[in-house]
């Protein structure tokens, strides 16, 4: 076996002769090393025997040179943890022993082969092995130029030939065992991959059933509203003024119709794959969501109910993304929904202005008296808002106002136009 020098030097010729950087070797199995060991010691052995032969027919004087040739192979316990070092050290070796017969040089030979090929398979570094296999072919020419095959006994015929078939064996249980474990791998893998499609499906039905929820909530909490509040007014004037109560009734009716349309709308986006599929016919009497377009008359309803609101629109109008618009939309109706709430007899003013880098909504009340229909809020209205106006970027300021009165402001990043 190699003694502790001598590794430490092939470790310091593999790292002279790979460059800086290189990416270390994987590191061997204890199954790896033993065979390696038991190659070098084969090989050993054999140029042993022929320099035994060597010597006893060339005298007594041969003992000392023939001492050096089994010393030529046993690099090669450490042919895939150093192969390039292991090279460099076999060729001198092989070179210097080649004239000391025939035989000897051919058992190089196949030392050398073992060396160029361990280096070629571990090899890390394909500048490396420019200069080093090319040193191998020349070192073959000038070991085989003279030499014969060796005659070998029976014996070592068999065992020449069980050998790499118990090699060849050896791999493809390797390969099998290497392939099973890659399937299981792969298996594990998909696996994997499914539970985090899985997992990611329930993430998405949640956050889904909360823009549904936050949906409804708009739509029904506005309309609802108004059409208590026009019920409860037609209510008290029915006996003393019927023709305002009548008018009240009406609105209550037309409130009923729009909270009916857009909950058909919420509802429809929602049925179009499961039930419609992708049909155009089925789907062509959806209409768009709400924007900013519609705000007039969301501010007309909310007059009807009898709270009176001046809508401002400051800037240039231009075009702004349908998210956007909704967004902003919801934010008016939620906060004048919450005024005819919580600030009944109160005046309220909606602003919206296209600044050049943003879309401010803005609503704002007097203050005012609470209504009953205040009992019905839980509070979702303004988390809602934010968490829609988040996924735009946006920002939601709620407070009470310095003079009285409460203010609901929007902040919408728009691209520069």
């Known amino acids: 076996m190699i003694n502790l ?3 430490a030097r092939l470790r310091a010729a593999a ?16 199954r790896g090393q033993a065979f390696d060991l038991a190659l070098a010691l084969f090989l050993a052995f054999a140029c042993a025997r022929y320099a035994t032969t060597a010597s006893e027919s060339h005298g007594t004087d041969w003992y000392g040179p023939m001492l050096l040739v089994p010393l030529v192979p046993l690099p090669l316990a450490l042919r895939r943890r150093l192969p390039l070092a292991v090279l460099w050290a076999v060729l001198p070796a092989a070179l210097l022993v080649r004239h000391q017969s025939e035989d000897i040089a051919y058992a190089a030979g196949v030392a050398v082969i073992v060396a160029a090929y361990s280096a070629a398979a571990y090899g890390r570094r394909p500048a490396a092995l420019l200069p080093s296999l090319p040193a191998a072919a020349a070192t073959l020419v000038v070991l085989f130029d003279d030499a014969k095959l060796p005659h070998f006994p029976n ?11 118990f090699a060849v064996a050896y791999e493809l249980r390797m390969w099998r065992r290497r392939v099973d474990e890659e399937r299981e791998r792969l298996s594990a893998l998909e696996r994997g991959r499914l539970a985090a499609l899985e997992h990611a499906a329930e993430h998405a039905v949640e956050l889904e059933r909360a823009r549904i929820a936050r949906e409804l909530h708009d739509v029904v909490t506005h309309n609802v509203s108004m059409m208590t509040i026009q019920a409860g007014a037609a209510r008290k004037i029915l006996d003393t003024a019927p023709d305002k109560a009548r008018e009240a009734m009406a609105a209550v009716e037309a409130g009923g119709r729009a909270a009916m349309t857009e909950l058909r709308q919420v509802m429809g986006l929602l049925t179009i794959d499961s039930e419609t599929g992708d049909d155009p016919a089925a789907t062509a009497d959806l209409s768009p969501q709400p924007g900013l377009g519609r705000l007039d008359a969301l501010v007309d309803g909310v007059r009807r109910a009898g709270l009176p609101v001046e809508l401002t629109v400051t800037g240039e109008r231009r075009a702004v993304p349908p998210g956007v618009e909704l967004a902003a939309y919801r934010v008016v109706q939620e906060a004048l929904t919450n005024t005819v709430k919580h600030a009944g007899g109160a005046d309220a003013a909606v602003t919206v202005e296209y600044a050049p880098g943003h879309l401010r909504v803005e609503v704002t009340d007097t203050g005012g008296r609470t209504t009953g229909a205040a009992a019905t809020g839980n509070g ?10 988040a996924v735009y970027g946006g920002t939601l300021h709620t407070g009470p106002r310095p003079r009285g009165g409460y203010r609901v402001k929007a902040l919408i990043p728009l691209e520069s136009s």
Request: net charge positive.
């Open 5 to 7: 020098p001598t590794a």
């Open 380 to 389: 979702r209205g303004l988390i809602g808002l934010r968490e829609r106006l």
């Open 155 to 165: 014996a070592v015929i068999a065992l020449l030939v069980l050998v790499p078939v």
């Open 15 to 30: 790292r002279l002769a790979e460059p800086p950087g290189a990416a270390p070797p994987p590191r061997p199995t204890r």
